[in-house]
């Protein structure tokens, strides 16, 4: 049997994204292979949202190409993010490469590659026009009781700094009732968590108009509907678009989980608006104001972008306090990260790349002292856990999450799947520890 192996770079929706490339290549008749070594085609789910994902896949496709060189019968394919921005000259750039398709036409990937993975000769792409929900293709599930639901595709924001929308198009909603089917497969098959995905979920279902009206916050009700889902998670909204009826549905809705990650960017509204985020700082503390007074327990994590061209001391500042002031569970910081073709990458006032090492370190600090205090005042409390597995740093513990999204480490029977009532004992800025509670009697 040949084998396949597929490497991941990037966000959650490449990951799915991932899981259905295999279930395509494992229809075509491939067994997974362990490593790379082993694999007969080598896939590169590609991102490039920074610079650094770029450089790590080329470190990766060089280590491909030796392989090829060795056993010229490897098949390599590249698709996602990456290979998109790069369609043009991808082939030139990486000589080894045989296929490339972008995020949108995995699909073709089973074309190209043709019965048992052979590989055509540099096939590649398709048109822009073609694009297709992935979600239509079979699926490999890497866990047994969370699953990723795509939601939308594309994204029709036009953030200064964002490659996103050049390479995964404009935004293209999943119709509801196709969402709902999915998760009641997945529920019939055992799953117990969903994360909705999609660039920003908040303007889910404008673009279904005039045929089916509807919004994000109906998508919950009809998903916190489904027998068998105990926990509903989505990223990521944008700010912009978080009306109250989302905010109502988050509320009530039992299965929603207390938890959103809400990208920030910055804390300067100047900055926001040369970002062309839309919203000010003073808007993005009053939404978070409206979803805490709705969800008192609301866990809040945000990205962070450090250095946008023209961002001065003060306006770095004004992130820092962004950061103190909302008390975040948790941040994602990034170096601004000039990508080719997008307009911060053509402004005249780029940061120094010794400016930006310097507050990201900053930033970080106070981000991790933040989330640090938050998680302290979590210890004494009990918690509801879903186990994911043994830990990560010591087998004699158990791992799971909180409905928080917070990791618990700690001593118990569970198994995998369960859910489980656990008192928190300690904690670190991004992690609990505890101990599992005796089930308390119905
Ligand atoms: N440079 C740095 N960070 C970026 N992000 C997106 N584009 C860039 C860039 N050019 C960050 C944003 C986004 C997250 C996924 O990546 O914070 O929310
Ligand atoms: Fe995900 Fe963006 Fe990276 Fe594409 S470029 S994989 S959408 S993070």
Redesign the pocket.
Known sequence: MRRYHVTTFG?QMNAHDSERIKGLLEDLGLGEARSQEEADVLVFNTCT??EKPDQRFAAHLGQAAALKQRDPEKVIAVGGCYAEAQRERLFSLYPAVDVAFGPGSIAHLGEWLGAGGHGIARGAFGTGDERRFSAVLPLHRERRFQAWVQISMGCNSKCA???VPAVRGREVSRRPGDVVAEVSRLAAEGVREVTLLGQNVNSWGRDLLPDVRTDFGELLRAVDAIDGIERIRFTSPHPKDFREPVIRAMAECSAVCEHTHL?A?SGSTRVLKRMRRTYSRERYLALVERLRDAIPELALTT???VGFPGETEDDFEQTVSLVQEVGFDGA?T??????SG?EAAAMADQASEDVKRERVERLIDVVQGVARARNAARVGGVEEVLVEGPSRTDPSLLRGRTRRNTTVNFAGSATPGETVPVRVEGATSTTLRGTQLAAVAA
């Open positions: 966000c949202i920074r700094y964002c490659i990208p960017q990205d962070l972008i994602y990034f170096v601004y990260s000039p990508r997008t």
